[in-house]
């Protein structure tokens, strides 16, 4: 990148006085502050719908990675080689410490606000790829049929591996916390929820985990990495913050009941957004994953680790229903 930099940024209205190599992108110096070059899979209308809501957020006094535009006025910006890129404002900070307790109350507090300033965004281009969040019997149906398929795989190998047989054993619990968790999501109407939630322009940030989310010396939040944002139920960008901590940190009650009670006192989530998160708890996505990763890699040899994770996830579950029949079944 450093031999065709200065020919690239020539597409753009900005010097460049540095540059050093980061992860999966590329840190410039310019007379218009530090930027951040990545590689972008996009399109530009889809790089246009990120960047309307990261202008909205911007001025609500929002920290975020706003894209820079290229002298054509627009975000995508090709190489020489035909690969499109994306230029952003970028921050010195450091990654959310989840470590911290009283870090990750303040993640979940800045991340309610974000979602109070992300209600209310007129309807984008709904047929845009991504543009609108699955629906939880969607979602929970298309992982069902993923796991149907690989019981079926395995069932019908001769000869199987550790894992393997670890996992056509275990498959009949996980596989019935599955199926219920689509039924209730069904019985529940959490299509209409979803439904709902996208006539009152709800945006869900995507992915908000630790590594999203910057903090400035001075204590600032800065919020990255939009492009799985989309119109939807907010209360999902929570449960995925939460699932994460929680499995980091042993399902622990006392830091749960801190950070459910930290996103209730910012944002007033109805009573059909807190079934959202608890149908989205409930289902067992730590075994959806291993299922996920054992069908995308190679059969002919599974990873030890991967075993591991598959002993592992049966103990953790205990530790989660636990915590979702004592601590969570109160909020909804």
Partial sequence: MEEKSLEFFEQYEIAVTGSARTRGA????????????????????????????????????????????NREGTYVTKDEYGDSFLLKDWYFGEECNIKKPEQAVQAVRHLATLHNALTGLESGPEELPGAVQKSLPELFEKRNRELRRVRSFIREK?????????????????????????LQATELGCHATLQTAVQKGCICHGTYTHHNLLVLHDGTFVTVN??????????????????????????????????????????KADKAEWQVFYLLLSYPEKF?????????????????????????????????????????????
């Fill in 26 to 69: 590329f840190r410039m110096d310019t007379d218009r502050g530090t930027k951040l070059l990545m590689p972008y899979s996009g399109s530009e209308t889809r790089a246009a719908f990120e960047q309307r809501i990261l202008r909205h957020l911007k001025e609500r006094g929002f920290a975020v990675d706003g894209y820079v535009e």
């Fill in 288 to 332: 959806w994953k291993i299922t996920n990763s054992y069908n995308s890699g190679k059969k002919s040899w599974i990873p030890q680790k991967t075993t591991e994770k598959l002993l592992a996830v049966k103990e953790q579950e205990k530790e989660k229903e636990a915590l979702l029949a004592d601590v969570v079944a109160g909020w909804c």
């Fill in 226 to 267: 939009f492009d799985k944002a989309c119109f939807g139920v907010q209360i999902a960008d929570f449960y995925l913050f939460f699932r994460k901590l929680m499995e980091k940190t042993g399902w622990n009650r006392a830091l749960a009941e801190d950070l459910l009670t930290a996103y209730a006192s910012v944002r």
């Fill in 158 to 182: 001769k000869r199987k591996a550790y894992f393997e047989t670890v996992y056509i054993n275990t498959f009949p619990e996980f596989y019935e916390k599955a199926e219920q968790a689509f």
